[in-house]
């Protein structure tokens, strides 16, 4: 990491010479995030595929590239390395990455096991170091604002959350739709979630209609705290991309559509409310009257801006402050128990399995 | 039933006398249809609540009502009864009609339990009597066209359903959200499934954020022969409605929006193929290669036509004919074989209930 | 009208007696809502076909029909007269009734010409009778809202409408589709508009591709006042159905969907401001600033509600307190006016036609 | 141009040198696609503000940049120059361009004035060098699949076009909205009419409420042969994009709605026909009969490609093989043509204005 210093004020600060490690599908957006960024000087595009890493820098770039991990690593004028390749991958790559004392952001889902994921968190607490997990749905104005909307109490109490990500996808010779899609459900539905509303337990349900020997249409429930509930729809067999989340709460409920630019997120007034029935006995409190409330419907102005300069630039801000990123090696964790849990409940036909109940 | 005499043509039979029971969401709509049928002609309209008869004929109407089901068993000149009261009285209002010799059309779930709703089946079984489900969802030209479209085999083997119903709806006192939405989504399940393809086992997930005492969200897991799966979402708290159904099969997949009155039914030429590798071991069919189908989508000319007007004239042909109507009372039995399982499965969180597996 | 005593208090009022004229394709939603009003009582329903009476009334019906006019006017019960005949009838029809002392509610347009229309308000206002316009969609629920934004000032000044009512309609054979279509947008124009906010000219642009022998597509545009302007643009022959107004301010612009029944209305807090450049030569203004408001989009809630309940309601109110109705004759006279100066535009392949600058 | 050797196969031909003039808004796309097209090496990007160039290039470049156009114009290795600067300067470049031996896309409108737009078209000829319009929509899937529709007359004979573009867009200080916006639609309906089809006339309808200087809101209607009609709909002023376009025609009718990318081009069997009376009268011929086809509707599966890709590919190929490319200068001549007409006509206050009828 040569000689960097930390500071608080990220405006000022040298940029932060930053590696890429893969040139596949998402490689390239990292790649081009980075080269946008002034925060960062990117120093090399790192792929066992030289063809491919040519290809991902084009023709007319000045940027290096390299099939050895280790020439990345041992360069000194090189603070971070971004990982973007198969998840299979990450946990030695991203280890290697620590242990060479470079600060690290890897792609969805942290690693391919939590037990690989908790190694990564340790080893990135144990030096110091940033990991940060590349949620990149986080990123979006759109979840922002809904974050904003959750945390600041203009939802009242969370009731349930509903999210579809279904599109004629890519079946995936390594993963099953839950690996591959819900990952992004997941990591949205832990950075919007207040503390005390993490799941529970989570049942899922799968489907491999086609025989491709893995699920590819998936469901999953999660038990959240208070008698709420979260679902999740991933599908890879759906011949119309739908992408649309809903977050009910006491006050209000949400809308997030993200295939609808000109109004991703819609906040209803409207809801249900249960005339209080008080010391009511159980029994009573069925016969009491429910009243509903049918308020005008309000869409927030979001600014369009592409998610992953975010994730660049809250690396960036996390690496020279010290702090956490806001979707750090934790958050990566919880997202990896969920679905460690969600794998078993499928292989046991459904059984609800309960989460660890990490912080 | 007086002196009817069954005839195979409708068109040139007598009209039938016909009452109807229960003033209250549903029964006007079936008042103005029968009004509106050739085939029928009515003679009653029958409610505890005799404002609420005399408010839903009007006070233009020569329509007699009455609060006295007796009185409209006795009359000669009805043929047929149709009950749209709760469901908990279906049982003893329908086997009454049966019992005086009248054909029965009952509102969905044709009773509130299957027990009842078996006996009602039998009764009409042994009188020669016609009984039919009120399962109104089926005779719109939409569910009429998919089913024409799945039985044909244009969408192929059938892979997956998908069906949300959610909406603000009425937290009802009596029945919880899947009783109260579900029948509509499992009946039309019921009507385009073939014979083959019914579903064997159902597990359901449900919250009830609100404290209304029964669910108010909740999730349904049906497994299907051959690694199909099927789903249905229903809601009642959220803040905007949606009627969705997608239809997934080996050649075509179709989406049904029933809010979308210019493009209900929209049949997709898109999908994955498995490139078939015969006689390999199971362990290499996962490396299988898979092809993605991108053709045309068509949605089909649908005209409009109010579907309650198809089922008042499916009555009379059955009637008539004597033959059982599209939605007869053994549909109306494996619904609320469904529903029952699922209200187990809610009942021991999520577990898999297998289904009696009725013809 | 018998002994009718006029009271501003039409909640204690006695039912005003009403016939309705023609019983083809409105009549029967205004038969409808005469008869759920209670305060009206429906003596008759009259049209020279009296096949086609019965059949609107319907066989279970204790309304009256004739064809004979005369009989209806005689008709002491009879305080009220609704025509719904061909614009042709209108003046005859009307006439006849407002001489025969009886309030007029009219189809639109009020009538064939506006000299035609003229004549009834004049014979109207010389009897101290109410002559209202049916504009139904006045009498929205939406409509109804954007007057209130529109008139409370909350878009700000006026800058421009737009307004499109295209469907695969039917191909009249007494109008071209300016007549048939334009004068839904005209007199939802009229309500809307400011009173100095009149438009003062139109021009007109038409074709008839088909060869039906009148225009089946048209075009007008409107000039208002102080720059403003308002487009109309309807059409027979789309194969799609569009309904959709947009009403631009200098404070927000809205947007009317009528076919999206969850959200007709859409009020944006986005626009264009010009930086004020004070006492700048008018070439010097073509250099001020622009400036983007990007802010919150608000959908109010609207109730859902039949217009035509609105359009009864409103003629019942104007009889017994003796006001004009909100959509009054003169209403239905400048409408007239735009649709004759429009029908010249179009004879003049677009020529610009002066509008008379009624009251 | 060099050693250059015509040749009809472009896979093999050598890359073309390029330089792209202009680094405002549009230019930056050109250089991304000359960038990854195989068929073209980018020698420069010339603008005369460095910073510019320099930004748009990226810090991690080997693209050259200059401030002097003669510096690109004496480069030998330079065979075509990209025009994207503001209209006013197009003549200019492209002519020195010409002069110099180069081929030229220009940016569209093709140049200030029909005049300015003749010279080019005539020196581009005397000099065999290509001459190409850069009208993007063109080039887009959609655009391409319409025109291959209409050309092969699956839609039969053309009634009407109607195209909205729409949006809050930046209010120019050079151009009015017409200028600026129209184009688009002008160059698309040029480019998806028949030889035979081409507009004969034009009538311009504008306002300017803001008090911007020039018209911000402007509606366009063409008088096209036989009858049928085009119209535009331009506006800077609309809070919601809207880019619709309906081609419709005597067999069938088609909706292009750019910003429904799932279905961009949905095709309609639905339409009304002229019943046809022969040898009836002209007076007869107003009561010949109607009929309405109510058949499915198709959307034609359409590749996700961007279009800019199309016009550098058609570029390299015109200059390869000498032939025209499909969007020449005389395309964009006509374009001008138009253009001009239309701002005529908004001074003359809608007057219907002439076209040149060019070939």
Known sequence: MGGYTDTSDTATSPALGVAVVGAGYWGPNLLRNFQASPGFRLRWLCDLDEARSRRAVGEYSTVRTTTRLGQVLEDESVDCVAVATPAGTHHHIAMAALEAGKHVLVEKPLAATFEQGRELVRAAEERGLVLMCD????????????RELVLGGVLGDLHFVDSVRINLGLVQRDVDVLWDLAPHDLSILDFILPDGCRPLAVAAHGADPIGAGRACVAYLTLTLPDGAIAHVHV???????????MVGGSKRTLV????????????????????PGEELADDER????????????VAPALQEREALRGVVEEFAAAVHTGRSPLTDGHAGLRVLDILEAASRSLEFRGAVVPLRGLR
Chains 1, 2, 3, 4 share one sequence.
């Open 135 to 146: 949620h990149t749905y986080c990123y979006t104005p759109a979840v922002l604002k809904i």
């Open 235 to 245: 599908n890879w067999l759906s011949p119309t991309k739908v992408r649309t989340t």
């Open 256 to 275: 997030w559509d993200d295939l609808h630019p000109t109004q991703r997120v819609s906040v209803f007034d409207r809801g249900v409310d249960l005339v």
């Open 286 to 297: 069925r016969n009491a009257l429910v009243q509903y409330r049918s308020g005008d419907m």
